[in-house]
Every structure is written in C-alpha cells, then in structure tokens.
C-alpha cells in the first residue's frame, strides 16, 4: 500500500478497506479513492493539519484532506480484520462510548465540523454520521513524474497483476 501510494504526488491518506464491507464474491476494483480512511491508516505528514476532536477523527482528517484538494486511497486489494465498533469492551467503550445518547454527540460533532457534507441519520438503532462524497470524485491522482514513462512491469508489483474483474476465475478461490 505504501509502494503504491508513494506513486502519487497529492495523496494525504491511505489504508485498507474492512473485511465486511468487502464481501468475498463482491467484484470490487482493487482500490476507491476520494472517500474515507478509518482506523488502519497512511498519513502523508506533509499534511497541514493534524488529529482533532474526541469524536470520529478518522472521518474528520479524511474530510479535511479532500477539502485541501488531496486524494485519499481505500484499498480493496488488502483489508483489515477489525472488529465492528461496539463488538468488544476495551479502548474508549467506558470512557467515550458507554455515557452518550446513541452515539448522537458522534454524528453532531462531524456534522458541526462539515456541515457541507455531513447529515445525521439513525440506524441500528442508533445515530450515524452520512458523508456525501460526491463533491470529491474529481480530485485526480497524480502521478509522480519518475513514474510517468515507466512501464509496470519495471514497478514491484509484488507478483500481482490488475485484471478486469470479467476475467478473473473465482473458482481458483476455495469460496
């Protein structure tokens, strides 16, 4: 991931997807860009800014990298294996989640911070924090020159190739 993130000028954040929201016979390209990085994250630390707030920081630094006109990189071809929020105690569950009104203080915090772009929404009965994307989708990433006339098969790739999802063979995958 940081190879591959390393190939362009103007990307703040990086990281891999989660293992749920990436389902094994979901046909996934092998990365999104211009959308969140939670949890499991490459920071560029030529960032202008740093971690804020109690609440949703991940989504927050996200949102503030794209509004600086940089990209972002949400790997499908690696995922992490975190546990779901709220699955397990440990962490801030005593301290931040265990005193709040259904997690209602989360998504008013983002929302007060991005108001552009954040709505509150209830599920699962609980509050959440929606992020319209949208106005990101036209960041491009940029290639870093040295890497502009070379060939792939020059750039380690460590043995993986980029093929359309028509051609791949899932019956190779012990699904």
């Given at each position: ?30 990365f999104y860009s211009n959308t969140r990085i939670y949890s499991c994250i490459l920071v560029n630390n030529n960032l202008p800014f740093r971690w804020r707030g109690l609440f ?120």
């Amino acid at each position: 991931m940081e190879d591959f993130t390393d190939r362009f000028s103007n990307v703040g954040l990086s990281g891999p997807n989660y293992f749920g929201f990436c389902k094994k016979y979901d046909k996934l390209p092998p990365f999104y860009s211009n959308t969140r990085i939670y949890s499991c994250i490459l920071v560029n630390n030529n960032l202008p800014f740093r971690w804020r707030g109690l609440f949703n920081e991940d989504t927050d630094i996200s949102l503030r990298t794209l509004k600086n006109n940089m990209c972002t990189i949400l790997f499908n071809a690696f995922l992490c294996d975190k546990a779901t929020t709220l699955r397990m105690s440990g962490g801030n569950t005593d301290e931040i989640y265990k005193n709040t009104h259904h997690r209602l203080e989360f998504a008013q915090s983002l929302q007060n911070q991005h108001p552009d772009v954040v709505k509150i929404t209830k599920k699962f009965n609980r509050f959440h924090h929606h992020v319209n994307y949208k106005p990101f989708k036209n960041i491009k990433l940029l290639l870093k020159p040295q890497f502009s006339n070379v060939h792939y098969n020059k750039i380690n790739n460590y043995n993986m190739s980029l093929k359309h999802s028509s051609q791949i063979n899932l019956s190779h995958y012990n699904l």
